[in-house]
């Protein structure tokens, strides 16, 4: 059993903190999506995006490429977040900045651990300013199809997660955060000790502090990102995941109709799953007409939200409106 460690000093322990990451949550999502295997937690989501993905051809694309079954993901594609909770698109542009230094060392670790660079990765490789924005686009694609349909939801559970370790910090120290962030994980003596880690991580050579990701599609084991001069990283499963594609009851949710207005108020809470306008019609049947001035009217507020899938548009809720439906419903 090989047992990696990560010392502390005082200046390391005061510079470990928290980040929700989009790009950390891109990566294992995708990987789960395009590997064909059932899921016991993410198999509502699975069975409702894999088919635009599909549809998108994205398991023929770089990320299929960058992004393999298992094993290692190249370092780029998760840049260290600047901030608690950055933007995608500021995510985007930190690997639109990635030096080719640091593209061409991810690739040939790649190809180390695959055997070979296909086509696709060798030019890459071979001209990372040019290719990287053709990634880029093809993340976000992704993105607005698999993710931010669902983000406020999965957003909640990152946040939550967040402010349940910063309370144990708060009430017992960061040693009972590490010891409980992870079964193969455990603080002794000014020390991080990690299970089945292939390498060590020598405080000199990995960078000072430490950042925690919580992250939905991370598991059932932790990930560990060294990459000099930023922090290493680390993403582990956020606690709560488990309920993440639970339907929510909306039992309360008749209180919103006097302000709402009823079929305004029936479409957030048909939303629990994100659907087009066509879908929306079908199962509330209001006329299409309807539910477009509606949909309208409720992203206006700020309670939905919309993307972009193929030819037509998913909407969802947002997380405004998810907090006013647990505010009635408790």
């Not at 051809?57 to 299929?64: C, T």
């Not at 080719?100 to 660079?117: I, K, M, N, T, Y």
């Not at 050579?205 to 000099?228: C, Y």
Request: proline share 9%; glycine share 6%; net charge positive.
């Amino acid at each position: 059993m090989v047992v990696a460690e990560l010392a502390f000093s005082a200046n390391d322990l005061a510079n470990v903190r928290f980040a929700v990451s989009p790009m950390w949550e891109v990566a294992p999502s995708f990987r789960l999506l395009t590997s064909n295997t059932a899921h016991p937690v993410h198999r509502p989501w699975i069975e409702q995006t894999r088919s635009r993905v599909l549809a998108a051809g994205l398991d023929r694309g770089w990320l299929a490429e960058l992004i393999g079954p298992s094993g290692y993901v190249p370092d780029f594609l998760t840049p260290a977040p600047a901030l608690p909770a950055p933007a995608p698109a500021a995510e985007w542009d930190a690997i639109r900045a990635s030096s080719p230094d640091r593209v061409r060392r991810d690739l040939d670790h790649l190809a180390r651990h695959q055997g070979h660079l296909g086509p696709r990765l060798s030019s890459l490789r071979a001209d990372p300013a040019g290719r990287l924005a053709k990634v880029v686009q093809e993340i976000e694609t992704y993105w607005e199809l698999a993710l931010a349909p669902y983000w406020a939801r999965i957003r909640a559970v990152l946040d939550a997660d967040v402010f349940h370790r910063a309370r144990t910090v708060a009430e017992h120290g960061a040693g009972r955060l590490f010891n409980d962030l992870h079964p193969t994980m455990s603080w002794d003596d000014n020390a991080l000790r990690l299970v089945r880690r292939k390498r060590n991580m020598p405080r000199p050579s990995v960078g000072s502090g430490l950042l925690l990701i919580p992250s939905a599609f991370t598991g059932p084991g932790l990930r560990t990102q060294v990459s000099p001069p930023d922090p290493p990283q680390l993403a582990y499963p956020a606690r709560g995941v488990g309920a993440l594609w639970q339907t929510r009851p909306t039992t309360g949710s008749r209180a919103l109709t006097p302000v709402l207005g009823r079929s305004r108020t029936l479409l957030l809470t048909e939303l629990d799953t994100p659907a087009s306008t066509t879908e929306l019609a079908h199962r509330t049947g209001l006329s299409p007409a309807g539910v477009s001035q509606y949909l309208t009217a409720l992203r206006d507020a700020g309670l939905v939200s919309a993307h972009r899938a193929g030819r037509s548009v998913l909407y969802a809720r947002t997380a405004v409106a998810e907090s006013l439906l647990d505010a009635v419903s408790g």
